[in-house]
């Protein structure tokens, strides 16, 4: 923070959470594309509505406009304008949890002031493929999450059929309305948990047994909540989950593919549900706390 002066900031962000705050002000929590997770109060925003109007929704993406303060932690929210809302499509139980447990792992997650490009494109793509708007809004095009380099998984052969299996996926079955968006929160919530991992640095090899080093290729393997990397059956923990090896080759393949390509497929709550389980259990571990927003997730 620069002395003695206001710096005002304008660019894209993510909504992530909003507490009552004195009189009529909100406290707000913004995932901000240039500038990390900035903290800020929106004045009057419980009474004044032209400012902020729908924008202070949890998961909305705006333009905001917000000034930097001398001495001062809190940011001043001057305005937001809206450039995607979660309330532009039907609100249901299983979308609002998605969404939540994307803006929730955000606020746990990213230090506050740490710019990650990649994280935002991540939480963008994810937001919007999980609303049934992954085409046609040019504001999601050009946000559009590629693969970043350097975070390849071991190229160990086993996506390769899968991967094949994908280009011969038809690509023009974008299924529409209700349905389509549940079954478009199962793989949201399994592709932004898998990517956070690794975008985090913290996703397991999945190749070979922590323990005794047995190459699990084409294997199952098996988690821990309370441990790190993966083992054979032998060596498996107290409690450990097993993840199938179709699984661990999907796990790859999600790793290769866009979220608008998988989505073309089927991905009903019951496809893969072990990986959602290990991706979701590898990122409270390192959290430190369950996420309250995958409890209507029901693994
Ligand atoms: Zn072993």
Request: hydrophobic share 40%; proline share 6%; glycine share 10%.
């Amino acid at each position: 923070m620069a002395q003695g002066k206001q710096i005002q900031h304008h660019g894209e962000a993510i909504v992530l959470r909003t507490w009552p705050f004195h009189e009529a002000d909100l406290l707000l929590s913004l995932f901000t594309r240039d500038e990390g997770k900035v903290k800020g109060v929106a004045r009057h925003a419980m009474r004044s509505r032209r400012r902020f109007g729908g924008a202070l929704e949890p998961a909305t993406h705006v333009r905001a406009h917000y000034t930097e303060r001398p001495k001062q932690e809190l940011v001043r929210l001057d305005s937001f304008e809206i450039l995607w809302s979660p309330l532009s499509a039907p609100i249901d139980y299983l979308r609002t949890a998605g969404l939540q447990l994307v803006v929730e792992v955000l606020e746990e997650v990213m230090p506050d002031g740490a710019v990650d490009d990649h994280v935002f494109r991540l939480a963008l793509t994810v937001l919007h493929g999980m609303s049934g708007s992954a085409h046609g809004n040019p504001e999601v095009a050009t946000a559009a999450f590629e693969r970043p380099l350097g975070v390849m998984p071991p190229d160990d052969g086993l996506g390769t059929i899968e991967a094949r299996r994908a280009s011969c996926a038809p690509r023009d079955m974008e299924p529409r309305g209700r349905e389509a968006r549940g079954v478009a929160v199962w793989l949201g919530v399994t592709y932004f948990c898998l990517w956070m991992n690794r975008l985090m640095g913290w996703m397991p090899e999945l190749g070979h047994c922590a323990v005794c080093g047995l190459d699990l290729r084409g294997e199952p393997v098996w988690w821990s909540p309370a441990g790190d990397g993966v083992t054979c059956v032998d060596d498996r923990r107290p409690g450990s989950l097993a993840l199938s090896a179709e699984s661990v080759g999907e796990s790859y393949r999600i790793a290769r593919t866009s979220l608008p390509e998988l989505r073309a497929e089927e991905w009903p709550r019951e496809r893969s549900a072990d990986l959602r389980a290990f991706a979701l259990g590898t990122l409270e571990r390192h959290m430190g706390r369950r996420l309250r927003s995958a409890v209507p997730l029901a693994r």
